[in-house]
Nanobody
Framework: QVQLVESGGGLVQAGDSLRLSCSASGGTFRGAGWFRQAPGRERELVAVIDWTGRKTLYADSVKGRATISRVHSLNTVYLQMNSLKPEDTAVYYC???????????????????WGQGTQVTVSR
């Protein structure tokens, strides 16, 4: 059973940058992703990455501002967010999956492991 722990969230100002980390223990995983959920809204995709780290997909809302990456030796996935906007405010969740996919899964229900979430708040 894979356990995921996110870190790196916090309160920042618009235009700032933030790097979220997701550390995994208890096993290995293939695909991974970051999702977010704002109050009153559904959980949405931010970015996903495949096992190799070479295939990534981003939500249109963060393209050009976000970079997802992974370090296998650390069993960790990162999300670098730049030029943060107030609308980026949400709880950010790390997700991982042990199944093989040719492209990283983009739906939340395709991921079997989830972290507890980390709050990101962007003030104007």
């Amino acid at each position: 059973q894979v356990q995921l722990v996110e870190s790196g969230g916090g309160l920042v100002q618009a235009g700032d940058s933030l790097r979220l980390s997701c550390s995994a223990s208890g096993g290995t995983f293939r695909g991974a992703g970051w999702f977010r959920q704002a109050p009153g809204r559904e959980r949405e995709l931010v970015a996903v990455i495949d096992w190799t780290g070479r295939k990534t997909l981003y939500a249109d809302s963060v393209k050009g501002r976000a970079t997802i990456s992974r370090v296998h030796s650390l069993n960790t996935v990162y999300l670098q967010m730049n030029s943060l906007k107030p609308e980026d405010t949400a709880v950010y969740y790390c997700a991982a999956d042990s199944s093989y996919h040719t492209i990283p899964p983009q739906r939340a229900d395709e991921y079997e492991y989830w972290g507890q979430g980390t709050q990101v708040t962007v003030s104007r």
